[in-house]
Nanobody
Framework: VQLQASGGGLVQAGGSLRLSCAAS????????MGWFRQAPGKERECVIAISASGITAYYVDSVMARFTISRDNAKKMVYLQMNNLKPEDTAVYYCAAGWRIDSYAYWGQGTQVTVSS
């Protein structure tokens, strides 16, 4: 599986961005998909994920009311809608695919999200 993330950019606090992740491969619908982020000087963390069956899991409490993950299996796409962005959301965001929602084997190249205050 190859993943291509896009949609990052510079946005003011309170703004929104929608990240997209395009996947290749014939078994996309069988994969759990996750969005990770890595801020400068910090370890990469899983933010939110969606199982093959469409169940969402949040891993960062601060995004629960602001971020939404969705997938379109027909288009082999996964999306991250980010609303009410905060400066602390600034990071490189990566999409990942795996056979389980807690285990990822394939990674996209990352897209930079910068939120200005």
């Amino acid at each position: 599986v190859q993943l291509q993330a896009s949609g990052g950019g510079l946005v003011q606090a309170g703004g929104s961005l929608r990240l997209s992740c395009a996947a290749s491969g014939r078994t996309f619908s069988n994969y759990a998909m996750g969005w990770f982020r890595q801020a400068p000087g910090k370890e990469r963390e899983c933010v939110i994920a969606i199982s093959a069956s469409g169940i969402t899991a949040y891993y960062v409490d601060s995004v629960m009311a602001r971020f939404t993950i969705s997938r379109d299996n027909a288009k082999k796409m996964v999306y991250l809608q980010m609303n009410n962005l905060k400066p602390e959301d600034t990071a490189v965001y990566y999409c990942a695919a795996g056979w389980r929602i807690d285990s990822y084997a394939y990674w996209g190249q990352g897209t930079q999200v910068t939120v200005s205050s």
